[in-house]
C-alpha cells in the first residue's frame, strides 16, 4: 500500500508533540481520602494477600521495609514491592498539569487507569470504567458498578471516578495537552467480571467463549477448570481469537468501551480521548487491528493509535502501512541511541553506524509513520535513563529478553542501584539533545527529568520526586544490605535542561516537520551533524559524542552567522566551531 504526501494517514498534531508518560499510581497523591485498601488489592499479585498491610509512605526508601512488612514475614523483596501501594490518583494528575504545561508538555500517556486491583492495572476488571480507588468515591463507584450488565452498554453507569476522568480530558485539553489511554485488549483481568462469571457458572456462562479455556471442572471425567494466561501468568487471562481476529464477544466489548471514551455521553470527541496506545499489540492478530483501526477513525478522524510492539524493524513493519497504526513506542530508537550514546567496547556502535541505523527506522515504513512515533528511552518496562549509564556495559539494551532480566536489581546483585553521578547527568543531557531535535515525537517517563534512577521493573516504578515532598536517603540494597547515603531530590539543573529542550523543539517547527539530512560524520572524533528544515527555516543540529572538546568545520555554516540556540551564542564569519565534549550545539541562521 502506497501514500502520497497528500493523503498521510497519520494524525497531523501527532508530529507536533512532546509525550509524557505517566504511571498514575505513582505520579502524585492528589486525594488522600480515596487510597486502597487491602480488599482492593485481591486479586492481584501476588495472590496471597498479607497479614499486614499499610498505604506506604510517598518519600520513604525505596528497598527499606516498613514495619507492617517485616510483620509479615515473608524473605521475598518482590511480593513486598508488588503489594505496595502509595495512593496516586487522578486528582493528582490534574493537580500536576500546570507542571507539565511549564514543561512544555503538550501530549499525556497514561498508563492503564481502568478498574483493576493491581499497581500497574494491566490485570483490568473492565476497559469501560476508570479504576474506583482514581475517584473521590471508591466504595459508592463499585455499588454503582455492580447494578449493571456489562453485555449492556445501555446499563453502564458514569461513576465519580470515570467523571473525574472526563475532567482530567477537558482539564488537559484546555491547557492545549493531548491524552491517550492505555489499551489493553489481549487480556482481562482475573478479577474482571467476564472472567469471574466463567469461574462460577463453568460453561454454562455468558461469557465461557471469551476466553481459551484448556478444561473445565467436571468430577465425573476427572478435570479440572484450567486456561491460558498471558504468557503462562494466571492472573491475566488471555482473550480468544480466530482467523478474524478476537473472537465476537469480547471484540463487541472492546468496540463499545472504545468509543465511550472517545466521544463520552455522545457529547462530541472534544470531551473524550484523543487516541490510545496499544498494549502488547503483537500478539493480537492483524486482522483486529484492521476493523479497530476503522471504528476508532470512524469516530475521530484524527485519533492517534501507538502501538507496543518489541521487536526486530522488519517485523514491526507490517502493522504501519496505514491500515492498523500510525506509530509505535520507538524503542529501537532508544537500541540505537544506546548503542551510540552509552554502550562501551563491543556492543558500542559508531556516528556511522548510528546513523545508518536511524536511516533504516525512517525508511522502512511510509515516511510519516517516523514523525509520529514515540521517540523514548525509559519506560515501565525499562531501566530508567539514569540508571542505564550507570550500568552501562552490563549488556546491549537491543537484546528485549536478556537485558531485561540483568537489567533488574531484584535478579540481579551485579546491577548498580547508585545515584547517577555528574559524568552520567552529562550523558542524559547530550541523549535529550538528540532526542529532542530528530524526527519524532519525544516522549519522557515520568521523572527522567527531575533526576530519577531504578532498574528495571519494579524499580523504574518509583513514585515521582515532587518539591514539597520530603524523602529519605536511599540507603538499602535490594537484599536488604545497606550502601553510602544517596540523596533523593529534584534535580533542578537536569529538569532546567529538559525545559529548555522542549521548548526549542515546540518553538521550531523545523524540529517536528522538517525534512532530515545527515550534513556530516566522523566516527574518529565521534561527531554526527545534521539538518533539519521545514519552509524557510533550517536548523542544525551539531553533537560531540566524544570524551574532548570538538573544533569541527562545517562548509554550509563558513561566512554565515549562525545563533546557537541551545547554549545561547552567536557565531560569527562560522568557519571553525568549539563543540565541547559530550554536548551538543542547535544553530540557527541570524536573522
Not at 511480593?79 to 493537580?95: A, E
Not at 467436571?218 to 501468568?233: C, H, I, L, R, S
Request: aromatic share 14%; net charge negative.
Amino acid at each position: 500500500m502506497n501514500f502520497s504526501d497528500d493523503k498521510e494517514f497519520v494524525p497531523q498534531w501527532a508530529k507536533t508533540v512532546v509525550w509524557y508518560q505517566i504511571f498514575p499510581e505513582r505520579f502524585k497523591d492528589g486525594d488522600l481520602s480515596n487510597n486502597p485498601a487491602i480488599k482492593d488489592i485481591a486479586g492481584a499479585d501476588p495472590q496471597e494477600l498479607p497479614k499486614s498491610w499499610e498505604i506506604h509512605p510517598w518519600g520513604s526508601d525505596w528497598y527499606k521495609l516498613q514495619d507492617y512488612e517485616k510483620a509479615n514475614g515473608e524473605p521475598e523483596m518482590w511480593k513486598h514491592i508488588l503489594r505496595r501501594r502509595y495512593g496516586g490518583d487522578l486528582q493528582g494528575v490534574i493537580n500536576k498539569l500546570d507542571y507539565l504545561k511549564d514543561l512544555g508538555i503538550t501530549a499525556i500517556y497514561l498508563n492503564p487507569v481502568f478498574q483493576s486491583p493491581s499497581l500497574h492495572k494491566y490485570d483490568g476488571e473492565s476497559y469501560h470504567h476508570i479504576d474506583p480507588n482514581f475517584g473521590p468515591d471508591p466504595e459508592g463507584d463499585r455499588k454503582l458498578i455492580a447494578t449493571e450488565n456489562p453485555l449492556d452498554p445501555s446499563t453502564w453507569v458514569w461513576t465519580s471516578a470515570d467523571e473525574l476522568g472526563l475532567k482530567l480530558i477537558e482539564e488537559a485539553h484546555n491547557k492545549g495537552m493531548k491524552i491517550i489511554f492505555d489499551g489493553v485488549f489481549n487480556h482481562l483481568g482475573y478479577n474482571s467480571f467476564a472472567f469471574q462469571d466463567v469461574l462460577k457458572n463453568q460453561q454454562k456462562s455468558s461469557y465461557k467463549d471469551w476466553f481459551i479455556i484448556k478444561s473445565w471442572d467436571d468430577p465425573k471425567a476427572g478435570t479440572k477448570f484450567d486456561y491460558e494466561g498471558w504468557f503462562g501468568v494466571k492472573s491475566l487471562p488471555e482473550l480468544k481469537e480466530d482467523s478474524t481476529g478476537i473472537v465476537k464477544g469480547p471484540k463487541q466489548y472492546i468496540f463499545n468501551a472504545t468509543k465511550r471514551w472517545m466521544n463520552p455521553k455522545n457529547k462530541g470527541i472534544e470531551y473524550g480521548i484523543d487516541g490510545w496506545r496499544l498494549d502488547v499489540a503483537f500478539c493480537i492478530g492483524h486482522p483486529f487491528w484492521k476493523k479497530w483501526r476503522k471504528h476508532v477513525r470512524s469516530i475521530n478522524s484524527e485519533a492517534y493509535m501507538t502501538a507496543e510492539i518489541i521487536d526486530v524493524p522488519d517485523k514491526v513493519k507490517p502493522y504501519m502501512q496505514g491500515d492498523e497504526f500510525d506509530g509505535e513506542m520507538n524503542y529501537n530508537f532508544a537500541f540505537a541511541s544506546a548503542e551510540f550514546f552509552f554502550n562501551p567496547d563491543s556492543n558500542s556502535k559508531s556516528a556511522t553506524q548510528y546513523n545508518k541505523n536511524l536511516e533504516n527506522l525512517r525508511e522502512l515504513y511510509p515516511k510519516e509513520v517516523a514523525y509520529v512515533s514515540q521517540n523514548l528511552f525509559g519506560s515501565h518496562d525499562a531501566n530508567r535513563i539514569g540508571s542505564h549509564i550507570v550500568n552501562r556495559g552490563i549488556g546491549n539494551f537491543r537484546d528485549w529478553e536478556e537485558y531485561f532480566n540483568i537489567s533488574n536489581a531484584l535478579n540481579n546483585p551485579e546491577y548498580s542501584t547508585r545515584k547517577p553521578k555528574y559524568e552520567d547527568i552529562i550523558l542524559q543531557k547530550l541523549f535529550v539533545i538528540m532526542q529532542m531535535t530528530y524526527v519524532g515525537a519525544p516522549m519522557i517517563y515520568y521523572g527522567d527529568e527531575v533526576g530519577m534512577w531504578g532498574g528495571n521493573d519494579p524499580d523504574c516504578r518509583k513514585p515521582m520526586l515532587w518539591e514539597d515532598i520530603s524523602y529519605e536517603n536511599e540507603v538499602f540494597n535490594a537484599d536488604g544490605s545497606t550502601h553510602v547515603p544517596d540523596k533523593v531530590e529534584v534535580n533542578k539543573d537536569l529538569l532546567n535542561h529538559y525545559k529548555k529542550l522542549i521548548h526549542i523543539r515546540n518553538d521550531n517547527p523545523a524540529l517536528q516537520l522538517g525534512t532530515y539530512k545527515t550534513l556530516h560524520i566522523n566516527d574518529e572524533n565521534e561527531f554526527f551533524i545534521f539538518e533539519r528544515a521545514y519552509k524557510n527555516e533550517k536548523v542544525i543540529v551539531v553533537i560531540n559524542n566524544s570524551d574532548k572538546e570538538q573544533t569541527i568545520s562545517i562548509p554550509i555554516l563558513k561566512g554565515k552567522c549562525f545563533r546557537d540556540i541551545l547554549n545561547l551564542e552567536t557565531i560569527k564569519e562560522a568557519n571553525d566551531i568549539i563543540v565541547p565534549k559530550k554536548w551538543g550545539l542547535i544553530l540557527k541562521e541570524c536573522q
